[in-house]
């Protein structure tokens, strides 16, 4: 391969990478193996300017930005920070701050590296008014109303602090280990994908569209970047020391350093310590401490000359592989996990780590009796690397090949269209899928019969008294008690939480019924398109194709379920125990076109009906419900205590602000609409 195509294929793989973590929240390599990519690619553009191209990784910052928030441009950019891994790289950057200074005597402050989502925090007389992501460092996603719920970021300042009329501050929101799991335990419960490390379910859940599961994850921040016209004084350390002051939470473990040595020491001992503090921290980040000469120093197009982040290595441990076993999932994934003669990482004993898939089992290229490096960095589960140099299984040996059928039920595995994963296909007799379909079924947004937990499923599953979820409907005390002989005050709870189940919507049981790609969104709007679980079986690939938001994938999912006799059979048993498999009358006769084309922001605290009373009307009346205003909202639904920013968003934008009066006299068809 030729230096030019070398280029090329690093530039498609940085590309890809960059959008895996920074939009789907989802990376597929550790930062390190990043950093060492794009300082190759750095180091072969330099070698040849005439191959320059101005959307290369190297000319940008990778971009967070989400399509269901407004965009808006930052007043200041949010540069990345140049990384390096090791004592010599700092060496040299503290080398090119003296050389830059002409000898000027500097100090550099010395600071932990959070492992979440960068944050610009706007105030204007003391009030918080913006909060933007970094998204591609130029322009940020509006986030303001989702931050409003930390509560270690002050809304309000108090008035006697003397803070300038106007700042910024930037810092990093997080989620804290305590945070971390008792989120991914409830995820467990409820049978969804457990968060990789807290950066990620950070980063998910400031983006979500609803504030209040923001509230409810417990999301924290720490704020380590004063700037703005007034800023209290020339010294960086200085400012955050006042920031503190005014309420903000930043980092009690900064150090001034005045040598290259305590830097170094710094950086030892945090290396050593990061694992007694309450959040994810994954590195050290130094700054020359004076606002001028970082002005001196200035910037390059990508990041400070005035700054560096000094990158833990990931703690990584030598064993012997002694196995590659096959778990199935609930979904029907089909995950490699290495069994190894235990370890110490991390300051626990490690004796497994995930392979993921088969391209990394191929790339891996492992065979047992390998020697393995094992690597516990910013991830939850251990992960193999690489192998050692030292490994004992004999080089002619043929790798590991992936298995080619399910370990459970034998039957031959498929791997869909953009999958990583390999799958079992056999939904309706392999245990793992027949049990992951009941749990999914029992979920909470499906039938949420939420007196049964994953261990319960499992033992009725086991006992014999389940097999699919329309089993549960056939349930009798007298069943559950006789094996253990007990409890009849949980069985019967049981048993109620199964009988109000039939009362759940029909859009939710077609949810529940659990057909492949329909999630909650399809579910609701399949519903709303047919009003009956009768017409939706009968619906044709045209049909369903000309409905917004339904594709072919998922369309084609839908006749593919209907098209089997057991699928529709145990749709007819959950007809016949008395599930709804029809908009309810009430519904139907609610539904309108009168909102359809218009996005409408909620806001305020409302007398007739909830704000989710109200979003449930916004839909079935046609309409979206959008979180922010911007120039696309066609209206404000506003209510009592109006949020003072959205009211002069919407005033400086020109959007109407429309009372709950009159907006249940424009779904009911009393009053004429606007512009038309």
């Known amino acids: 391969m030729t230096e030019e195509e070398r280029i090329r294929e690093l530039r498609e793989l940085l590309h890809r990478h960059n959008y895996n973590y920074y939009v789907l929240n989802s990376p597929t390599i550790g930062d390190h193996e990043f950093d060492l990519l794009m300082h190759e690619l750095q180091h072969l553009e330099e070698l040849h300017p005439e ?70 925090l706007h ?23 989702n931050v409003r719920t930390i509560r270690t970021i002050p809304l309000s300042l108090p008035q006697s602090m003397d803070y300038p009329p106007e700042f910024e501050i930037r810092g990093e929101v997080l989620m804290p280990w305590t945070s971390f799991d008792r989120l991914n335990a409830q995820r467990e419960a409820e049978g969804e994908q457990l968060f990789a490390n807290p950066r990620n379910a950070a980063s998910g859940t400031l983006k979500s569209k609803n504030s209040a599961t923001v509230a409810q994850r417990g999301l924290d921040a720490y704020l380590y970047y004063l700037l703005g016209e007034n800023i209290p004084g020339d010294s960086h350390y200085e400012n955050l020391q006042a920031a503190r002051r005014w309420g903000f939470q930043v980092s009690e473990h900064m150090k001034l350093a005045s040598t290259l040595q305590e830097i170094y020491e710094y950086i030892d001992y945090w290396d050593k310590n990061r694992s007694s503090l309450p959040i994810a921290t994954d590195g050290i980040v130094l700054k020359v401490n004076s606002l001028a000469q970082q002005r001196s120093l200035g910037m390059t197009a990508k990041s ?56 990394v089992v191929q790339a891996l290229g492992l065979r047992v009796g390998d020697q393995v490096l094992v690597e516990k960095g910013g991830e939850i589960i251990p992960k193999i690397v690489g192998r050692a140099e030292t490994s004992e299984a004999a080089e002619d040996e043929a790798p590991t090949a992936f298995i080619t059928r399910c370990p459970v039920c034998q039957t031959p595995l498929v791997r869909y269209e953009g999958e990583a994963a390999h799958y079992c296909p056999n939904e309706n007799g392999c245990p793992p899928l027949i049990l992951g379909r009941i749990e999914h079924f029992i979920s909470r947004k499906a039938m949420n019969i939420n007196s049964l937990g994953p261990e319960t499923v499992d033992e009725y599953f086991r006992q014999g008294l389940i097999r699919d979820a329309a089993d549960l409907y056939e349930l009798s005390e007298e ?47 399949l519903a ?137 006299r424009m779904i009911a068809g009393e009053e004429t609409e606007k512009n038309d």
């Not at 290369?56 to 920070?81: C, E, K, W, Y």
């Not at 003296?98 to 989502?117: N, S």
């Not at 913006?130 to 303001?144: E, H, P, S």
Request: proline share 3%.
């Open 51 to 120: 191959l320059s191209d101005p959307n290369s990784p190297t000319q940008r910052v990778g971009s967070d930005l989400a399509n269901d928030f407004q965009t808006i441009p930052h007043s200041r950019p949010m540069l990345s920070l140049a990384n390096t891994y090791n004592r010599q790289e700092v060496s040299e950057f503290y080398q090119r701050v003296a050389d830059g200074l002409h000898g000027e005597p500097f100090q550099v402050c010395c600071e932990l590296k959070f492992d979440g989502l960068s944050i610009s």
């Open 123 to 145: 105030y204007e007389e003391g009030q918080l008014v913006r909060a933007l992501t970094r998204g591609d460092g130029v322009q940020g996603d509006d986030v303001t109303q």
């Open 304 to 359: 400070p000359r005035w700054a560096i982040a000094y990158k833990f290595q990931a703690e990584q441990a030598q064993t012997t592989l002694r196995q590659i076993v096959y778990q199935v999932g609930r979904t029907g994934a089909v995950t490699p996990v290495a069994n190894m003669d235990p370890v110490q990482l991390a300051g626990t004993t490690v004796r497994r780590a995930t392979l993921h898939n088969a391209d």
């Open 479 to 525: 069943q559950l008690l006789r094996p253990t002989g007990g409890d009849q005050k949980g069985v019967r709870k049981i048993l109620q939480s199964i009988q109000e189940s039939k009362q759940v919507p029909f859009e939710r049981v077609l949810y529940a019924i659990g057909i492949r790609f329909v999630g909650e969104i399809a579910a609701k709007t």
């Open 528 to 664: 709303r398109s047919y009003g009956s679980m009768e017409a939706i079986a009968s619906a044709s690939l045209e049909s369903m194709l000309e409905i917004n938001g339904i594709g072919t994938v998922i369309a084609q999912s839908v006749i593919d379920y209907f098209a089997e006799e057991r699928n529709r059979r145990f749709v007819e048993r959950l007809r016949s125990h008395g599930l709804q498999m029809a908009l309810s009358q009430e519904q139907l006769q609610a539904q309108s076109d009168r909102l359809a084309g218009r996005s409408i922001v909620i806001s305020g605290v409302f007398h007739h009906h909830s704000r989710d009373e109200y979003k449930t009307l916004i839909e079935q009346h046609g309409g979206k419900n959008v979180g922010s205003i911007s120039r696309a909202t066609s209206f404000v639904l506003a209510g009592d205590n109006m949020g003072p920013a959205k009211l002069e968003k919407a005033q400086k934008l020109g959007i109407e602000i429309m009372n709950e009066d009159d907006f249940l």
